[in-house]
């Protein structure tokens, strides 16, 4: 089996617990590698040639992992060295018992839905490819000013909101930027995508939930500056008349999971603190 370990830069403890897990896995006689979330991908690391990938930080390493390993349907196992922690399946002290289990195949890996984004401009595109694990954004810039984005879904006219921002969202996207402006909550299992208007003004106000076979497309009226945001960790700039489509990415985010596979409902009230 061929390990690979992701830290955190800025996490002094996860660059600690990594060195700690690296040691373990090759005391086992397990090939080893390690690098930084950050820079994974500029210093090619041999993602194609990993069985698994050990994440340890929060749920942004999470999401920056998951964009990494999709292409290559690469298990993920997420340590929390967070806050909430929702991508995470374990936490630090926990390490020892879950390498165990992966290295005797006593695990589950449960498979998420991603979107891809493109922006067109003019008829030509000038971004593409962009994955997200939770959402898609588009929304104003740093003015507070509305945009207008006319939307269609599978080429029909939807409705043209007038907003700060649309958020098109994932079911892991659900509990994160989709569920603040008021989604649904939705159950990782599910083929979904959501539309959520963020602070709507005098236009469609409820979220509108297809297919995973949808197509989204964005067109953003503005005088003004406005931003596509995936995952809340890259941006582009957006003109006024730029096209952002939207729809399923051709991969998927891989977790490996130990517990139930009905494990999604308690764990969320748990994180949320939602319990009486």
Same mark, same amino acid.
């Given at each position: 089996?061929?390990?690979?370990?992701?830290? #955190? &830069? !800025?996490?002094?403890?996860?660059?600690?617990?990594?060195?700690?897990?690296?040691?373990?896995?090759?005391?086992?006689? *397990?090939?080893?590698?390690?690098?930084?979330?950050? =820079?994974?991908?500029?210093?090619?690391? $041999?993602?194609? !040639?990993?069985?698994?990938?050990?994440?340890?930080?929060?749920?942004?390493?999470?999401?920056?992992? +998951?964009?990494?390993?999709? $292409?290559?349907?690469?298990?993920?196992?997420?340590? /929390?060295?967070?806050?909430?922690?929702?991508?995470?399946?374990?936490? &630090?002290?926990?390490?020892?018992?879950?390498? !165990?289990?992966?290295?005797?195949?006593?695990?589950?890996?449960?498979?998420? %839905?991603?979107?891809?984004?493109?922006?067109?401009?003019?008829?030509?595109?000038? #971004?593409?490819?962009?994955?997200?694990? /939770?959402?898609?954004?588009?929304?104003?810039?740093? *003015?507070?000013?509305?945009?207008? *984005?006319?939307?269609?879904?599978?080429?029909?006219?939807?409705?043209?909101?007038? +907003?700060?921002? @649309?958020?098109?969202?994932?079911?892991?996207?659900?509990?994160?930027?989709?569920?603040?402006?008021?989604?649904?909550? %939705?159950?990782?299992?599910?083929?979904?995508?959501?539309? *959520? $208007?963020?602070?709507? #003004?005098?236009?469609?106000?409820?979220?509108?939930?297809?297919?995973?076979?949808?197509?989204?497309?964005?067109?953003?009226?503005?005088?003004? !500056?406005?931003?596509?945001?995936?995952?809340?960790?890259?941006? @582009?700039?957006?003109?006024?008349?730029?096209?952002?489509?939207?729809?399923?990415?051709?991969?998927?985010?891989?977790?490996?999971?130990?517990? =139930?596979?009905?494990?999604? #409902?308690?764990?969320?009230?748990?994180?949320?603190?939602?319990?009486?």
């Amino acid at each position: 089996m061929f390990i690979g370990i992701l830290t #955190h &830069p !800025k996490i002094p403890v996860s660059e600690t617990l990594g060195g700690e897990i690296l040691e373990w896995l090759q005391a086992q006689g *397990v090939e080893t590698w390690i690098g930084s979330s950050w =820079s994974a991908e500029e210093n090619d690391a $041999p993602l194609s !040639k990993l069985d698994v990938l050990i994440a340890l930080g929060g749920d942004g390493t999470l999401l920056r992992t +998951a964009r990494l390993a999709a $292409p290559y349907a690469l298990p993920i196992l997420g340590v /929390n060295l967070g806050r909430l922690g929702f991508l995470a399946e374990i936490n &630090p002290d926990q390490w020892r018992w879950a390498l !165990k289990r992966i290295l005797d195949g006593d695990y589950w890996v449960e498979k998420r %839905l991603m979107l891809r984004v493109e922006v067109r401009r003019d008829g030509e595109q000038v #971004h593409g490819d962009l994955d997200a694990l /939770n959402e898609v954004v588009v929304s104003r810039g740093g *003015v507070a000013r509305v945009v207008r *984005v006319t939307t269609e879904v599978n080429g029909i006219y939807l409705t043209t909101y007038v +907003a700060d921002g @649309v958020i098109v969202s994932t079911p892991t996207g659900s509990t994160a930027y989709a569920l603040a402006a008021g989604g649904p909550i %939705l159950s990782p299992q599910l083929d979904n995508l959501t539309i *959520v $208007p963020i602070a709507p #003004h005098l236009s469609l106000a409820r979220p509108l939930i297809l297919d995973a076979d949808a197509v989204i497309s964005m067109r953003v009226r503005t005088d003004h !500056k406005a931003i596509l945001t995936t995952d809340g960790q890259s941006y @582009v700039d957006l003109q006024d008349g730029d096209r952002v489509i939207v729809a399923s990415c051709p991969y998927q985010a891989h977790f490996i999971r130990f517990g =139930s596979r009905e494990y999604f #409902h308690q764990s969320l009230m748990e994180r949320l603190q939602w319990t009486i």
